[in-house]
Structure formats: C-alpha cells, structure tokens
C-alpha cells in the first residue's frame, strides 16, 4: 500500500539548492538560524527550540537535523523574493508536521492560544486585570511567570486540529531530500 503524500512549498535561496544538488539532502543548523536574524536570533530560538521539543515526539529528527524547515501547503502564502527559488516538493505525509499558521505565529510572537472566543476573552481579561498592555513582557520580563507557564502551556494547542484560529496551514520538515523536490519554480 502506498503512503499517503503531501505537497509543500517553500523559497530557499541558492546556496541551499546547491548543498540540495552537491549533498543531495539540506538540513538547518541553528548557526544559519542566529546569523539570518542577528540580534534577534534569541527571541526566534525560543519559539523555535519549543518546536524542536514537541515535533520530534511527532515525526523523530534524523541525523544531522537540528532546526526544521518551514514550508506553506498553498503556493500563495510563500514569500517568493528576486534571491530565491520556491520548492514544490512531494513528501510522505507522515513525514510532515502540518499546522495553523496564525497558532504558529502566535508562538513566535510569545503570545497565548486561546482554546476557543471564551477563552481568549478570559484571557484578554487576565492581561487587563495585571496591567499588561504587551504580551510579549510576560515572556520577556521576569514579572510573571505564571502566566508566562501559562502562555508556554497554550502552545501545545499547535498541533491540536480541533482548535482553528486560520485555514492557512504551515509545515515543516526536518529535512529536504534532492528526491522530494517536483520543480524549482523561478
């Protein structure tokens, strides 16, 4: 019986074809990750390294993996910049994490998932009740850390298909194999 699969997109810049075409495999390593987004780096590998602990209890990392590949399951979410090339690549659905892209967003911005409209309520309401106008000083600043638990508890909800907050979907792969790629689109 053959595995279901699934198509994914993704832009990529050249030197990452080029380790595709010479390796026949890409992986990301955290040094790609610190020197892309510099000073800010800390706050993207805190989401990040989140991932990283809840996916590989999903689909195990294989060797030479460190951080995932981001990917859309819609050609029109990829932001196709003059330095990239996008992806179409055709993978065995068990190997892809997929999920709501405005949950995973949430993540990188360090904000809560609400269950549902009740719960983002509640929740708008506890911020009110503490003085908090930034989500982001509960992560940030040593003030509140139980709500920052809180916060860090909410994104489990990232793989959890009952909860809705966007139909974009998001993926990632642990890696990119030269076989999965279908076309490079200019």
């Known amino acids: 019986m053959d595995k279901e699969k699934i198509t994914l997109y ?9 380790t595709i075409e010479e390796k026949g495999i890409y992986h990301v390593k955290k040094e790609y990750i610190t020197k892309k987004y510099g000073q800010v780096a800390h ?6 390294n989140w991932f990283i602990h809840k996916a590989e ?3 195990p990392k294989p060797e030479g993996a460190e951080y995932p590949v981001w ?3 819609d050609l029109k979410y990829v932001e196709h ?12 659905r068990d190997q892809a994490l997929v999920f709501d892209r405005a949950k995973w967003n949430r993540i990188l911005n360090l904000s809560y998932i609400p269950k549902d409209e009740e719960d983002a309520k ?11 106008q930034d989500e982001t000083d509960i992560y940030m600043k040593n003030f509140y850390p139980h709500l920052k638990a809180k916060v860090k508890k909410s994104w489990d909800r990232l793989f959890d ?17 030269k076989e999965w790629i279908v076309r490079v689109i200019e």
């Open 81 to 92: 910049h003059a330095d990239t090339r996008v992806l179409e690549i055709k993978v065995d």
């Open 161 to 177: 298909d009952s909860i809705v907050l966007s139909q974009s979907k998001r993926a990632a792969l642990w890696e990119i194999r």
């Open 10 to 18: 993704a832009a990529q810049r050249k030197i990452v074809l080029d």
């Open 122 to 132: 509640a929740y708008e309401a506890l911020l009110e009740k503490q003085g908090i």
């Open 43 to 48: 706050t993207f590998l805190t989401s990040y």
């Open 71 to 73: 990917l859309f399951t």
């Open 57 to 59: 209890k999903i689909v």
